[in-house]
Structures are given as structure tokens and as C-alpha cells.
Nanobody
Framework: QVQLVESGGGLVQPGGSLRLSCAAS????????LGWFRQAPGKEREWLSC????????FHTDSVKGRFTISRDNPKDMVYLQMNSLRPEDTAVYYC???????????????????WGQGTQVTVSA
């Protein structure tokens, strides 16, 4: 079992930055590959990024590539999403997720992850 809790969301102006954090507890986090997703009102949940168990491999969807960066700190049981150059269309609830074989299956698929956080709201508005 892995419990995940996101934090760091809030209101930010267009062009601004936020860093989301996801704190894990329970199982040894080193065993898990991690991902970030988001869901805007009325839209399907969208994959954003994923990171391997060691952090040596990362992937980002085209819409955030160059603006968002995923990272992890295994000794602290943390995964992060640094978000720069934020746009109003980035407004959504952001979720972190953990899976044992997310990369082997497909780290951009929701059903590749066994554990999910409750989400944190990010609002980009002037």
C-alpha cells in the first residue's frame, strides 16, 4: 500500500510558477514508478508526466514539455512537478500516482497506476 498526498496548488497569475509536491507513505517508494495527471472541469483526466524508480528516465506530454518538470527524491519519499510559464488552460486538479510497472505497461495510461492522491487545485488567472 502507498498513500499519496499532493500539496502546493493555489492561485497563480499567467506566466507564473508553482511547484507541486506529492508525499508518499506506506510501501518503499523506490519500488514505484510515478506519474502526474490533471483533470479540468468537464474534461477527461490527462496524463502529464512520469518518472522511473531511480529518476533516471522522465517523460512529459507535448502540451507541457519545456514548461513542466517532474522529479523525485526517494530518501524523502517525495515526487515533484515544477510548473513554469503557467497558462489559464493549465487550470485543473492535479494528481500524483504510483505504479509498480507503469513504464513496462505504459506510463501515460491511468490504469498503469495502482495508487492515487486526492489532488490539489491549480488555478491560473489574472
Amino acid at each position: 500500500q502507498v498513500q499519496l498526498v499532493e500539496s502546493g496548488g493555489g492561485l497563480v497569475q499567467p506566466g507564473g510558477s508553482l511547484r507541486l509536491s506529492c508525499a508518499a507513505s506506506g510501501d518503499i517508494l523506490d519500488y514505484y514508478e510515478l506519474g502526474w495527471f490533471r483533470q479540468a472541469p468537464g474534461k477527461e483526466r490527462e496524463w502529464l508526466s512520469c518518472i522511473s524508480t531511480t529518476g533516471s528516465s522522465t517523460f512529459h506530454t507535448d502540451s507541457v514539455k519545456g514548461r513542466f518538470t517532474i522529479s523525485r527524491d526517494n530518501p524523502k519519499d517525495m515526487v515533484y512537478l515544477q510548473m513554469n510559464s503557467l497558462r489559464p488552460e493549465d487550470t485543473a486538479v492535479y494528481y500524483c500516482a504510483a505504479g509498480r510497472r507503469a513504464f513496462a505497461r505504459s506510463c501515460m495510461r491511468q490504469d498503469s497506476y495502482e495508487y492515487w492522491g486526492q489532488g490539489t487545485q491549480v488555478t491560473v488567472s489574472a
